[in-house]
C-alpha cells in the first residue's frame, strides 16, 4: 500500500490561452487532513475537477492512492469520493432516492445501501423529510446530503470543495467531527474552502495556488515558520495566505492605497 | 461618513429603468455567439415586424371603412382584437418563469407611487403593447380620415384603452407571477395550459359538426350582446356615438372605461403595495411532511421501486438503479407526465380529420393500412424529441455520472431502455385510439408496423445518444422560455427521421409492388433485428465519446 494519497506531476490545463492551472507538482500523503486555497480564479476548482476526473488535464500526470487516473479511472473513482461545485445532485430524486442511486452506482448491494442511505439521512437530519424532492431543500441540506452521497460508500480519499458553505453551524459541528474520524480511520481528506479558520482548525496541511501555480505547500507548522510575526502571537493562516499571496494582484504584503475609497471612509 | 446622494425624480428614475430594459436586450444579443442562432433571431426579427406592420394595415382599413361605410357595430372587433392580443401575448412570452425582473427593481430607493408608475412604464415598454399602440393609433387615424371630427374622441378613447389595457396586462402578470413562484404550480400551471392550447385544435371539427347540424348560425353571434358592457364593446359604443352625434352612448361608454381604470388601477395598487411592502413569493421554506393518505398511495409506485422490492433484478448492475432513477424522473416530471396524454388524444384529433367514416379535411377516409402505419411513425415522431437531449434535465446530477465507476453504456442502457418503455406504452395506448376509431389494420400491416417501430426507434437511439452528448443542452421543469433543444441536435433529429421514413417507406410500398402483404414485415423484421445489433455495438464507442465529451456536458448542463 502506498502512502502517497495523491501525487500530480506537471499537472496543467488550458482554456485557449488562459493557463489555468500550470505545471503542478502535488503531494498529499493518505490521512492527511489538506486544505487547498487560493483565491478567486486562481485554479482551485479547476484543480480538483481534475483530480476527480471532471475535467480532463491538458498535459501532466494524476496519481491517486497510486493509482494512475488517465489509465485506470473506473478504479480510481472507486477509491474516491467527492462533493463537487455545485454538489451534482438530482433535483428530482429524494435524498433517500439519491442516496440509494450513488450507492448502487458505486457498487454497493441494495441491503447495505438501504442501510446506509438511512444511517447517513439520520446523521444529516435529513431523514425527517423522505419525501422531499431535492429540489426543495434548502441550500444548507443539499450540502449535506451531497457529503453523505461522498462518503456512502466508504472512499479513501474525500474531496471536498467548499463543503460548510451553507451549513449551519450544528451540522458543521457534526461533520467536523466525521470528517476528523475518518481521517483518523486513515481517510485522506482534500478540502476547498475561502473561510480560512474552517481550514486552520481541521486541516494539518496546506497548499496555495496562485494565478494556476502552487506557490505553497507544506504542514501548518512549516507554513508558519516562513512567515515574520508578531514576537510571541501565533501567525494565523490569514496572515500566511495573505503574506504569500498578497492583498493586492498577488504582491505579497501590498498595502492598498490610503486614498482608494476615501468617499467611502 | 460616506456622503449620500440626494434624490433623484420619477422621470430620471423611469428613463433610468427603460435604459436597464435596453441595455438587457443589447447584452442578450451579445450572447448570441452562435452563426443558427443568429439567423433564427434575424427570422424572427423579420416575422416581428411582419406582424406589427401587416396589422397596421388592417387597423387603419378596418377604422377608415366601419366609420365611412357606417358598420358602426362591427367597430367592436378591432378593439377586442386589440385587447386579447395585448393580455394574452405576454402570458405566453413571461415563459413561465420563476419571476419576472420587474420586482428586482424593488430594492432601489422608490416610493410606492414611483413604483406603481414605473411598473406601468415598464408594461408599455414590451413587445405586444408597443404593436397594439400602433395598431391603435392607425386605427385613430383611418377613422379620422373617414370622418375627421371623431379625432378628439378617438384619442380619448385610444388613451383609456392603452391606459387600461396595461393595467390589466400588469395586473395579470402580477398575478400570475404570485401564482407561478411555486414549483409545484408552475409545473401545474404548465401543464393545464399545454393542454389547453391543444384542445383548442378540437374546435375546428366541434364547430364544423355544430355548422352541419345547425345551418343558421345566429344563435352563435347571439353571444356578441353579452360583451357590451366590456372595455372593447364599450370603446366601440363611444366611437359610433360620435359618428352618430349620441352623446348619450358617448357618455356611457367613457363612464364605462373611466370606471373599468379605476377598478384595475385599485386592483393594481393593492397588489403592487403588497410587492413594496415586501410580499414573500418564494417557495416555503420546509414542505410539510407527508402524511399518510389517498395521496401517499398514488406516490407509492415510484417509492416501491425505489426501495427496491420490485426491483427489475434482471438487468444488469449499474442499469437497474439508472432505470429506477429514470422512472422516478419521468413521474416526478409533472409537465412531461401531463405530455404522456398528448399522442393518444392527437391520435383522436387526427382521426377525425383524415380517418374513419367521416373525416373532415380528407374527402375520404384513409384506409386503415395506410392511417395506422402513419400515425404511428408520427407518435415516433413526437416522442423521440427528448431522447435526442437526453441529458437535460439531469442538471448539476451529471457530474455524478463522471465522478461515479460506472461506465457511460450503462447510463445509456437504463436511459433508453427507459425511453423505449415509455414509447412502447404510448404506442400501444396510440394503437388502441386508432383502432376504436378507425378500426385496427391487417395483421400484416400491423406486424410491419410493430417491426417499424422498432427498427426506427433502435435505429434512432445511437443517433440520438451521439447527439446528446455532443450537442447538450440544460432545460428546466415546469419552464417554457428556452425550452428546446440545440438547433443542430433537432436538425439531425429531423435528418436521422427522413432517412429512416423514407427507408420505412419503401418496404412498405413493397407490399403494393410485389403484391405479398407479409414482404413488409419480413423486411422491417430483418431491420430491426440489424438495428438492434447496431445499437448494442454503438454503446461502447459512445462510451468512449462520453469521457472525450464531459467537459462540453458539464459546462452545459451545469449553468
Given at each position: 500500500?502506498?502512502?502517497?494519497?495523491?501525487?500530480?506531476?506537471?499537472?496543467?490545463?488550458?482554456?485557449?490561452?488562459?493557463?489555468?492551472?500550470?505545471?503542478?507538482?502535488?503531494?498529499?500523503?493518505?490521512?492527511?487532513?489538506?486544505?487547498?486555497?487560493?483565491?478567486?480564479?486562481?485554479?482551485?476548482?479547476?484543480?480538483?475537477?481534475?483530480?476527480?476526473?471532471?475535467?480532463?488535464?491538458?498535459?501532466?500526470?494524476?496519481?491517486?492512492?497510486?493509482?494512475?487516473?488517465?489509465?485506470?479511472?473506473?478504479?480510481?473513482?472507486?477509491?474516491?469520493?467527492?462533493?463537487?461545485?455545485?454538489?451534482?445532485?438530482?433535483?428530482?430524486?429524494?435524498?433517500?432516492?439519491?442516496?440509494?442511486?450513488?450507492?448502487?452506482?458505486?457498487?454497493?448491494?441494495?441491503?447495505?445501501?438501504?442501510?446506509?442511505?438511512?444511517?447517513?439521512?439520520?446523521?444529516?437530519?435529513?431523514?425527517?423529510?423522505?419525501?422531499?424532492?431535492?429540489?426543495?431543500?434548502?441550500?444548507?441540506?443539499?450540502?449535506?446530503?451531497?457529503?453523505?452521497?461522498?462518503?456512502?460508500?466508504?472512499?479513501?480519499?474525500?474531496?471536498?470543495?467548499?463543503?460548510?458553505?451553507?451549513?449551519?453551524?450544528?451540522?458543521?459541528?457534526?461533520?467536523?467531527?466525521?470528517?476528523?474520524?475518518?481521517?483518523?480511520?486513515?481517510?485522506?481528506?482534500?478540502?476547498?474552502?475561502?473561510?480560512?479558520?474552517?481550514?486552520?482548525?481541521?486541516?494539518?496541511?496546506?497548499?496555495?495556488?496562485?494565478?494556476?501555480?502552487?506557490?505553497?505547500?507544506?504542514?501548518?507548522?512549516?507554513?508558519?515558520?516562513?512567515?515574520?510575526?508578531?514576537?510571541?502571537?501565533?501567525?494565523?493562516?490569514?496572515?500566511?495566505?495573505?503574506?504569500?499571496?498578497?492583498?493586492?494582484?498577488?504582491?505579497?504584503?501590498?498595502?492598498?492605497?490610503?486614498?482608494?475609497?476615501?468617499?467611502?471612509? | 461618513?460616506?456622503?449620500?446622494?440626494?434624490?433623484?425624480?420619477?422621470?430620471?428614475?423611469?428613463?433610468?429603468?427603460?435604459?436597464?430594459?435596453?441595455?438587457?436586450?443589447?447584452?442578450?444579443?451579445?450572447?448570441?455567439?452562435?452563426?443558427?442562432?443568429?439567423?433564427?433571431?434575424?427570422?424572427?426579427?423579420?416575422?416581428?415586424?411582419?406582424?406589427?406592420?401587416?396589422?397596421?394595415?388592417?387597423?387603419?382599413?378596418?377604422?377608415?371603412?366601419?366609420?365611412?361605410?357606417?358598420?358602426?357595430?362591427?367597430?367592436?372587433?378591432?378593439?377586442?382584437?386589440?385587447?386579447?392580443?395585448?393580455?394574452?401575448?405576454?402570458?405566453?412570452?413571461?415563459?413561465?418563469?420563476?419571476?419576472?425582473?420587474?420586482?428586482?427593481?424593488?430594492?432601489?430607493?422608490?416610493?410606492?407611487?414611483?413604483?406603481?408608475?414605473?411598473?406601468?412604464?415598464?408594461?408599455?415598454?414590451?413587445?405586444?403593447?408597443?404593436?397594439?399602440?400602433?395598431?391603435?393609433?392607425?386605427?385613430?387615424?383611418?377613422?379620422?380620415?373617414?370622418?375627421?371630427?371623431?379625432?378628439?374622441?378617438?384619442?380619448?378613447?385610444?388613451?383609456?384603452?392603452?391606459?387600461?389595457?396595461?393595467?390589466?396586462?400588469?395586473?395579470?402578470?402580477?398575478?400570475?407571477?404570485?401564482?407561478?413562484?411555486?414549483?409545484?404550480?408552475?409545473?401545474?400551471?404548465?401543464?393545464?395550459?399545454?393542454?389547453?392550447?391543444?384542445?383548442?385544435?378540437?374546435?375546428?371539427?366541434?364547430?364544423?359538426?355544430?355548422?352541419?347540424?345547425?345551418?343558421?348560425?345566429?344563435?352563435?353571434?347571439?353571444?356578441?350582446?353579452?360583451?357590451?358592457?366590456?372595455?372593447?364593446?364599450?370603446?366601440?359604443?363611444?366611437?359610433?356615438?360620435?359618428?352618430?352625434?349620441?352623446?348619450?352612448?358617448?357618455?356611457?361608454?367613457?363612464?364605462?372605461?373611466?370606471?373599468?381604470?379605476?377598478?384595475?388601477?385599485?386592483?393594481?395598487?393593492?397588489?403592487?403595495?403588497?410587492?413594496?411592502?415586501?410580499?414573500?413569493?418564494?417557495?416555503?421554506?420546509?414542505?410539510?411532511?407527508?402524511?399518510?393518505?389517498?395521496?401517499?398511495?398514488?406516490?407509492?409506485?415510484?417509492?416501491?421501486?425505489?426501495?427496491?422490492?420490485?426491483?427489475?433484478?434482471?438487468?444488469?448492475?449499474?442499469?437497474?438503479?439508472?432505470?429506477?432513477?429514470?422512472?422516478?424522473?419521468?413521474?416526478?416530471?409533472?409537465?412531461?407526465?401531463?405530455?404522456?396524454?398528448?399522442?393518444?388524444?392527437?391520435?383522436?384529433?387526427?382521426?377525425?380529420?383524415?380517418?374513419?367514416?367521416?373525416?373532415?379535411?380528407?374527402?375520404?377516409?384513409?384506409?386503415?393500412?395506410?392511417?395506422?402505419?402513419?400515425?404511428?411513425?408520427?407518435?415516433?415522431?413526437?416522442?423521440?424529441?427528448?431522447a435526442y437531449n437526453t441529458?437535460?434535465?439531469?442538471?448539476?446530477?451529471?457530474?455524478?455520472?463522471?465522478?461515479?465507476?460506472?461506465?457511460?453504456?450503462?447510463?445509456?442502457?437504463?436511459?433508453?431502455?427507459?425511453?423505449?418503455?415509455?414509447?412502447?406504452?404510448?404506442?400501444?395506448?396510440?394503437?388502441?385510439?386508432?383502432?376504436?376509431?378507425?378500426?385496427?389494420?391487417?395483421?400484416?400491416?400491423?406486424?410491419?408496423?410493430?417491426?417499424?417501430?422498432?427498427?426506427?426507434?433502435?435505429?434512432q437511439l445511437p443517433i440520438a445518444n451521439w447527439a446528446s452528448l455532443t450537442f447538450p443542452r440544460?432545460?428546466?421543469?415546469?419552464?417554457?422560455?428556452?425550452?428546446?433543444n440545440s438547433?443542430v441536435s433537432v436538425w439531425i433529429m429531423?435528418g436521422a427521421?427522413?432517412?429512416?421514413?423514407?427507408?420505412?417507406?419503401?418496404?412498405?410500398?413493397?407490399?403494393?409492388?410485389?403484391?405479398?402483404?407479409?414482404?413488409?414485415?419480413?423486411?422491417?423484421?430483418?431491420?430491426?433485428?440489424?438495428?438492434?445489433?447496431?445499437?448494442?455495438?454503438?454503446?461502447?464507442?459512445?462510451?468512449?465519446?462520453?469521457?472525450?465529451?464531459?467537459?462540453?456536458?458539464?459546462?452545459?448542463?451545469?449553468?
Amino acid at each position: 500500500m502506498t502512502d502517497v494519497a495523491i501525487r500530480t506531476e506537471k499537472l496543467t490545463r488550458r482554456f485557449g490561452n488562459l493557463v489555468a492551472v500550470d505545471a503542478m507538482d502535488l503531494q498529499v500523503t493518505a490521512g492527511q487532513f489538506f486544505g487547498f486555497l487560493g483565491p478567486n480564479g486562481a485554479g482551485k476548482s479547476t484543480t480538483i475537477k481534475m483530480l476527480t476526473g471532471l475535467l480532463a488535464p491538458s498535459s501532466g500526470r494524476v496519481e491517486v492512492l497510486g493509482i494512475d487516473f488517465a489509465t485506470h479511472p473506473v478504479e480510481v473513482k472507486r477509491q474516491i469520493g467527492v462533493v463537487p461545485e455545485g454538489m451534482g445532485l438530482f433535483d428530482r430524486l429524494t435524498g433517500t432516492d439519491y442516496l440509494r442511486f450513488v450507492g448502487r452506482m458505486y457498487g454497493l448491494d441494495q441491503q447495505t445501501t438501504d442501510r446506509r442511505a438511512d444511517e447517513l439521512l439520520e446523521f444529516m437530519q435529513l431523514a425527517d423529510r423522505p419525501k422531499t424532492m431535492i429540489v426543495d431543500y434548502s441550500h444548507g441540506m443539499q450540502k449535506k446530503l451531497a457529503l453523505a452521497a461522498a462518503v456512502i460508500h466508504g472512499p479513501r480519499v474525500l474531496f471536498l470543495d467548499e463543503p460548510f458553505e451553507g451549513v449551519d453551524a450544528l451540522a458543521a459541528g457534526a461533520l467536523k467531527s466525521l470528517l476528523g474520524r475518518m481521517t483518523e480511520r486513515g481517510v485522506t481528506i482534500f478540502l476547498t474552502s475561502h473561510v480560512m479558520e474552517i481550514v486552520e482548525r481541521l486541516c494539518s496541511h496546506v497548499a496555495i495556488i496562485n494565478k494556476g501555480r502552487l506557490v505553497a505547500q507544506g504542514s501548518l507548522e512549516e507554513l508558519r515558520a516562513g512567515v515574520p510575526g508578531d514576537e510571541g502571537a501565533k501567525v494565523t493562516l490569514e496572515q500566511i495566505f495573505l503574506s504569500i499571496v498578497g492583498q493586492h494582484g498577488g504582491q505579497p504584503g501590498m498595502e492598498p492605497p490610503v486614498d482608494e475609497l476615501s468617499w467611502l471612509t | 461618513m460616506a456622503d449620500l446622494a440626494g434624490p433623484i425624480s420619477l422621470a430620471e428614475q423611469i428613463r433610468l429603468v427603460a435604459g436597464l430594459r435596453w441595455r438587457m436586450l443589447v447584452n442578450g444579443l451579445r450572447k448570441k455567439n452562435n452563426v443558427l442562432d443568429l439567423i433564427g433571431m434575424g427570422f424572427v426579427s423579420l416575422l416581428a415586424l411582419i406582424l406589427i406592420i401587416g396589422p397596421c394595415f388592417a387597423f387603419y382599413f378596418a377604422g377608415y371603412s366601419l366609420v365611412s361605410a357606417g358598420r358602426l357595430p362591427w367597430l367592436a372587433a378591432p378593439f377586442w382584437a386589440i385587447f386579447i392580443f395585448w393580455q394574452v401575448i405576454p402570458i405566453f412570452a413571461a415563459g413561465f418563469g420563476s419571476s419576472f425582473e420587474f420586482r428586482t427593481l424593488l430594492r432601489f430607493p422608490f416610493s410606492a407611487s414611483a413604483f406603481y408608475l414605473i411598473g406601468l412604464a415598464y408594461g408599455l415598454a414590451n413587445f405586444p403593447a408597443l404593436a397594439c399602440i400602433c395598431w391603435l393609433l392607425l386605427m385613430t387615424a383611418g377613422a379620422t380620415v373617414a370622418k375627421p371630427s371623431v379625432l378628439p374622441i378617438m384619442l380619448v378613447v385610444a388613451i383609456l384603452i392603452i391606459l387600461l389595457n396595461v393595467t390589466v396586462e400588469r395586473l395579470i402578470g402580477s398575478w400570475l407571477e404570485k401564482l407561478l413562484a411555486r414549483r409545484r404550480s408552475r409545473e401545474i400551471f404548465l401543464g393545464i395550459f399545454i393542454l389547453l392550447m391543444f384542445s383548442m385544435q378540437f374546435i375546428t371539427p366541434i364547430q364544423r359538426q355544430y355548422v352541419k347540424t345547425n345551418p343558421n348560425p345566429a344563435p352563435f353571434f347571439g353571444i356578441v350582446k353579452y360583451l357590451a358592457p366590456f372595455p372593447p364593446s364599450l370603446s366601440a359604443r363611444v366611437v359610433s356615438g360620435a359618428v352618430r352625434h349620441d352623446f348619450v352612448d358617448i357618455a356611457i361608454g367613457l363612464s364605462g372605461l373611466v370606471g373599468f381604470v379605476f377598478i384595475f388601477s385599485a386592483l393594481l395598487w393593492q397588489r403592487y403595495a403588497a410587492q413594496y411592502r415586501g410580499e414573500e413569493l418564494s417557495e416555503s421554506p420546509a414542505p410539510s411532511r407527508a402524511v399518510p393518505s389517498r395521496a401517499a398511495r398514488w406516490r407509492s409506485i415510484p417509492q416501491i421501486i425505489s426501495t427496491g422490492r420490485t426491483a427489475p433484478g434482471f438487468l444488469p448492475a449499474m442499469v437497474g438503479p439508472m432505470v429506477r432513477k429514470e422512472f422516478s424522473y419521468l413521474v416526478r416530471n409533472g409537465f412531461a407526465f401531463f405530455l404522456l396524454v398528448l399522442p393518444p388524444a392527437q391520435m383522436l384529433l387526427f382521426s377525425s380529420q383524415f380517418g374513419g367514416k367521416h373525416p373532415i379535411i380528407a374527402g375520404r377516409g384513409l384506409n386503415a393500412d395506410l392511417f395506422f402505419p402513419a400515425m404511428m411513425a408520427y407518435t415516433i415522431l413526437v416522442m423521440m424529441g427528448p431522447a435526442y437531449n437526453t441529458f437535460a434535465y439531469e442538471g448539476r446530477g451529471i457530474q455524478t455520472y463522471f465522478s461515479a465507476p460506472l461506465r457511460f453504456s450503462d447510463i445509456f442502457a437504463g436511459k433508453n431502455l427507459v425511453s423505449a418503455a415509455t414509447i412502447g406504452f404510448e404506442v400501444a395506448l396510440c394503437g388502441v385510439v386508432l383502432a376504436w376509431a378507425i378500426g385496427p389494420p391487417s395483421v400484416p400491416a400491423l406486424f410491419a408496423t410493430i417491426f417499424a417501430l422498432i427498427f426506427t426507434v433502435s435505429g434512432q437511439l445511437p443517433i440520438a445518444n451521439w447527439a446528446s452528448l455532443t450537442f447538450p443542452r440544460k432545460l428546466e421543469f415546469g419552464t417554457m422560455r428556452g425550452q428546446r433543444n440545440s438547433g443542430v441536435s433537432v436538425w439531425i433529429m429531423f435528418g436521422a427521421q427522413i432517412v429512416l421514413g423514407g427507408i420505412s417507406a419503401l418496404v412498405l410500398s413493397t407490399a403494393r409492388w410485389s403484391g405479398n402483404p407479409w414482404l413488409p414485415a419480413e423486411g422491417f423484421a430483418f431491420l430491426a433485428a440489424a438495428a438492434l445489433s447496431g445499437y448494442f455495438a454503438s454503446l461502447q464507442p459512445l462510451s468512449e465519446l462520453a469521457e472525450k465529451k464531459k467537459e462540453v456536458l458539464i459546462e452545459a448542463l451545469c449553468r
